[in-house]
């Protein structure tokens, strides 16, 4: 019988890191809610890492991925996410469980806690133009193909962007895949409920107008389509 995901995770410990100083258990696993198919998410923080790193292990019937950080550079990893948007080692730090603390592991969790509530980086303009250009390009190409196929690629491209965008240029954090996903939710649910629904209308029904509207309506604020004038890396 496979060991619970915290039995793994402190076994991993144990046995392959048992100098380490502060380790955190994450997703899932952490809240005793892992399933058949879920991996472990392992944090590990000690001064004797020189620079941070992440390594994949297969053990006692489990995938563990292994975040290796000191006590700055886990933080330098915070001001990068600022940028990019996507707290994904903060948020396993603020919601994750020490399974070896040195003492320290509350002021860790506090930092984490305290960076997701600032929020990201506010994006630029240079940015926002960028994304008014490269957006309905792929529009532009979703609309005039007639093959199923190449609309259906460059659909999940917009897809993609396009919910990133909607979160970002609304001062929130954004994420990948199922954090995406949790991300929009959370952040409106009207706009997430029709998000997903103009996707179905094509996915489905094949119809393309209801996400073409979308994406227009919510760009017009900003100026909506981009493409006279535009450089990058001029």
């Given amino acids: 019988m496979r060991l619970s995901g915290i039995e793994a995770a402190k076994k991993f ?13 994450a997703g899932s696993a952490s809240r005793g809610e892992e399933t058949a198919s879920s991996d472990l998410d392992i944090v590990i923080i000690d001064n004797s890492i020189i620079s941070s790193y992440r390594e994949s292990f297969v ?18 990893q915070f001001n990068k ?3 990019t948007g996507r707290p994904i080692l903060a948020n396993m730090l603020a919601e994750g469980k020490a399974i070896r603390d040195n003492g320290k592991s509350n002021e860790i969790k506090n930092n984490a806690k305290e960076f997701i509530k600032a929020g990201p980086n506010p994006l630029s303009e240079s940015y926002i133009m960028a994304s008014r ?9 979703f609309t005039d193909t007639q093959n199923h196929q190449e609309a259906l690629m460059t659909l999940n491209t917009i897809s993609l ?13 954004t994420g990948r895949g199922k954090g995406l996903t949790r991300a929009l939710r959370h952040f409106d649910k009207e706009i997430y409920k029709r998000y997903f629904e ?7 029904e094949k119809e ?12 017009a604020p900003l100026g909506g389509p981009l493409f006279n ?3 990058q890396g001029k």
């Fill in 208 to 219: 393309k107008q209801p996400i073409i509207d979308f994406v227009n309506e919510f760009y």
């Fill in 81 to 83: 996410d600022k940028d």
């Fill in 59 to 76: 053990l006692y019937e489990w995938k563990i991925e292994t975040f290796f950080h000191n006590a700055t550079s886990y933080l330098n």
């Fill in 229 to 231: 004038g535009f450089s």
């Fill in 198 to 204: 103009a996707l179905d209308y094509y996915y489905i």
């Fill in 161 to 173: 962007q396009f919910a990133d965008f909607i979160l970002r240029i609304n001062g929130q954090w």
């Fill in 13 to 25: 410990t144990e046995e392959k890191f048992p100098e380490s100083e502060i380790v955190f258990l």
């Fill in 133 to 141: 250009y490269f957006i309905f390009d792929l529009l532009d190409d």
